[in-house]
């Protein structure tokens, strides 16, 4: 299966409109806005959690998935103008018992996203951290 979106490889355009939230050994560290927190969940775990997640929001949808590279492409909706931006998730070991997140936010049209991504995906990753706790 072939994702539109390879962490190892990412090439960020030159405009302002993306957002990369990176892993430690996957992602370039020249390349991304910030690092990853630890959840405190095996990937296994934190991959359905992410994926019911998604599969629960109104504004989003999954167009691939891979359960085993526990990887996922969305497309997430703009909530006051519903521009439609691309979302590429994945989730990765860090031990038996923890995992990262890596995501890859970028806008389809316009210079700047005024900096909708950043927030898309720090919103996510808050969400993600209180239903992982629990979880845990």
């Not at 998935?65 to 492409?73: N, V, W």
């Amino acid at each position: 299966m072939t994702f539109k979106v390879d962490f190892s490889a990412i090439e960020r355009p030159s405009k302002p409109n993306t957002f990369l939230l990176g892993v430690s050994g996957l992602t370039d560290t020249g390349n991304h806005d910030d690092i990853s927190p630890v959840f405190p969940v095996p990937a296994e775990r934190l991959y359905a959690i992410v994926h019911a997640h998604i599969t629960g929001e109104d504004r989003w949808t999954i167009t691939q998935e891979d359960a085993g590279a526990m990887q996922l492409d969305t497309v997430a909706k703009t909530k006051l103008l519903k521009f439609k931006d691309d979302v590429a998730i994945k989730v990765v070991p860090v031990d038996e018992k923890q995992s990262q997140l890596a995501v890859y936010s970028r806008s389809r049209i316009g210079h700047s996203d005024l900096g909708a991504n950043e927030k898309r995906v720090r919103s996510l990753v808050q969400t993600l951290q209180q239903k992982a706790g629990s979880a845990a």
